[in-house]
């Protein structure tokens, strides 16, 4: 099975300072059809998942664009260019180019300093 | 608007079997494959189950296999679980989603006795 690895898994961050998420794998992603189904995911307290970020870099609607994703092969990061208060939560990076062989990261609890 | 919707949770005893329900509506159900993800509390997402649009590939976890069953009806636009020999630590609140945009609120499924 493909392995994610975030980091870092706690991510105390001052409002207003951008924060950035690592999460890499232990194999490519990049799937036969040339696309890399690699996602993001916001888990508010108490909320259900909420995906950001799909195919590595595209932004959901209603997402603010502050998020962004990037990377490529098996190294992707996200980055939020200025932490808000309503960013508090869990980010988990999901792999769904080996469906149904999914993947979640460990997930990375963001937190205001 | 989307909607998921689980039902279907609740209490029961080590060994029973409970069957969760979630309902679609407002985007095409038969297009999607459909999966089950359970998180316990303060632990990150664990990705269980899957079904393909049509249901002709089924993927289960190690921890559920043999244990719990995953089907849909799209004529209902319905997916459904059926967890069987329920152990302690299937306690976990049980999402089904797309494993993209839509997700379902949630449900707690308790096992203790």
């Known amino acids: 099975d493909v392995v994610l690895t975030q980091s870092p898994l706690s991510l105390p961050v001052t409002l207003g300072q951008p924060a950035s998420i690592s999460c890499r794998s232990s194999q490519s992603l990049v799937h036969s059809d040339g696309n890399t189904y690699l996602n993001w995911f916001q888990q508010r307290p108490g909320q259900s998942p909420r995906r950001l970020i799909y195919?590595?870099?595209n932004r959901d609607s209603g997402v603010p664009d502050r998020f962004s994703g990037s990377g490529s092969g098996t190294d992707f990061t996200l980055k939020i260019s200025r932490v808000e208060a309503e960013d508090v939560g869990v980010y988990y990076c999901m792999q769904g180019t080996k469906w149904p062989f999914i993947t979640f990261g460990q997930g990375t609890r963001l937190e205001i300093k | 608007e989307v909607h998921l919707v689980e039902s279907g949770g609740g209490l029961v005893q080590p060994g029973g079997s409970l069957r969760l329900s979630c309902s679609a509506s407002?985007?095409?159900?038969?297009?999607?494959?459909m999966h089950w993800v359970r998180q316990t509390p303060g632990r990150g997402l664990e990705y269980i189950s899957a079904i393909s649009n049509n249901g002709d590939i089924i993927y289960y976890a190690d921890s559920v296999k043999g244990r719990f069953t995953i089907s849909r009806d799209n004529s209902k636009k319905t997916l459904y679980f059926q967890m069987s020999s329920l152990r302690t630590e299937d306690t976990a609140v049980y999402y089904c989603g797309t494993a993209g945009k839509y997700w379902g609120q949630g449900i707690l499924v308790t096992v203790s006795s």
């Open positions: 407002g985007f095409t159900f038969s297009d999607y494959a």
């Open positions: 195919e590595v870099s």
